[in-house]
């Protein structure tokens, strides 16, 4: 049985004694695998590895798969019809399992894999199309890289409330950054990769504004060319990375990446799928139009790999679009400050326009931009944002049939009415307190 006390002989000994240690001190098991490998008398376990040598074990097999259509682009628009399609599979090695770099739902906010879901314990798989073969070749390299980056230095994708404030741009000319968040140190890291060589100038730069940057010896993920950076507030964290992607330089090296494509319908299964003994789920994919479901469509065709939006079967009067068209507008531009709210009301109801109308049904081409005008009106004060919103509401309840998508919009507008008020009660509540004592 493994202790912390244990120094381990073989390389199977390290990796349990590094279990045992990631059990106890609640670590990165990649911190783990370094920590015992010290005990058995080495540098790192990239170290040990080189002397009691890695078997095939020691490396844990991924597969990223991309569906692509290549449009023809004759007429120069990307929009042309598709003249080839596939599905790639691009194959590469971990030294950790894929599933202990992924917990939760941390793929969703990681730089480079935020467009994949985790489709089984070693497999992931785009949501989307790619329009590329060979660039989608490209982004799954960069993606497997992003991953053998998390692997050798432990880093993840920071959450919102661990990201550094102000906004941490530590390069004097920043390009392809990725940010990162340190468990070890509660330290954010910023990866940049410009197209340019590293100068004296940036790092002095970030010096003068309280960071540090160091060059790294290794190919980086976006792979632009030149050495890529390391930004942090803590010269000891930069240094303890730099170490290990100088491991990863070594181990990358090593490793000769694969992918192999068949037809778009074809479906890859994964070795881990194999042994789960459960079938794979077939792919997302849009409902056809002409489908009607409790009152409502698809609206527009949809894309592979993502579920239909919809809007209602029956569409709006055209009046009613060109009234509450342009009060969105305003909204939108009048409440700019917090547009995460409004925004997507204004985008769903300018996506619902535009696919009950044609071109051909407005007498203006100009009409089909109601509901993002170029200089639309502000409306001032939260009064009369609010009778804006309520008439928005009660144009779409006699506007649109009653089912799910309309429901779903009414329960958003009524969202940012419940906000505007309790923001407007917040700032009179200060208001309140500052009132000095007496006062009218």
């Not at 490209?138 to 053998?148: D, G, H, V, W």
């Not at 920043?174 to 410009?194: A, I, R, T």
Request: glycine share 6%; charged share 25%.
């Amino acid at each position: 049985m493994a202790t912390e006390n244990t120094r381990p002989t073989t390389l199977a000994g390290v990796k349990r004694l590094a279990k045992f240690i990631k059990q106890e001190q609640d670590i990165p098991y990649h911190d783990a695998l370094d920590g015992a490998a010290r005990k058995a008398g080495f540098q790192n376990f990239r170290h040990a590895q080189s002397v009691l040598g890695a078997s095939a074990c020691d490396q844990h097999r991924v597969f990223l798969t991309f569906y692509w259509g290549e449009h023809d682009r004759s007429a120069g628009s990307i929009s042309g019809p598709v003249v080839r399609s596939g599905r790639t599979t691009f194959e590469s090695l971990l030294p950790v399992p894929l599933k202990d770099l992924l917990p939760g739902k941390s793929l969703e906010r990681t730089p480079y894999l935020n467009g994949f879901r985790l489709e089984a314990p070693d497999h992931l798989e785009l949501r989307g199309d790619f329009y590329d073969k060979n660039e989608g070749v490209r982004m799954a390299e960069m993606a497997a890289l992003a991953l053998n980056f998390m692997a050798a230095t432990g880093l993840r994708a920071p959450l919102e409330s661990e990201m550094y404030r102000p906004y941490l741009n530590l390069s004097k000319h920043p390009d392809h950054s990725s940010h990162w968040y340190d468990e070890e140190s509660k330290c954010e890291v910023v990866l940049d990769e410009p197209y340019r060589p590293m100068s004296q100038d940036e790092i002095d730069w970030a010096k003068d504004h309280g960071f540090y940057t160091v060059g790294v010896p290794w190919r980086g993920i976006y792979l632009a060319g030149y050495t890529p950076r390391l930004h942090a507030v803590s010269e000891a964290v930069l240094s303890r990375l730099v170490g290990k992607l100088v491991a990863l330089e070594a181990w990358l090296k090593d490793q000769k990446w694969t992918h192999n494509s068949d037809s778009y319908q074809s479906q890859f299964i994964s070795p881990a799928r194999v042994l789960s003994g459960k079938r794979k789920p077939p792919r997302i994919m849009p409902t056809p139009q002409g489908v009607e479901r409790a009152g409502a469509v698809p609206c527009g065709d949809g894309m592979p790999g993502h579920r239909s939006l919809w809007r209602p079967a029956r569409r709006m009067d055209l009046n009613k679009h060109l009234h509450i068209g342009p009060i969105m507008s305003s909204l939108w531009v009048s409440m700019s400050w917090n547009w995460t709210r409004i925004g997507p009301i204004r985008s769903t109801l300018d996506a619902w326009f535009r696919n009950e109308y044609e071109e051909t049904d407005l007498p203006k081409k100009e009409l089909r931009r109601i509901y993002d005008l170029p200089k639309p009106a502000l409306i001032s004060g939260t009064a009369n944002q609010l009778t804006a919103l309520a008439d928005v509401r009660q144009t779409i309840v006699e506007g649109y049939q009653n089912c799910k998508p309309k429901r779903e919009l009414l329960e958003e507008i009524d969202k940012v009415e419940r906000w505007i008020r309790r923001t407007q009660a917040k700032q009179n509540a200060k208001a309140t307190i500052r009132r000095p004592e007496g006062a009218a």
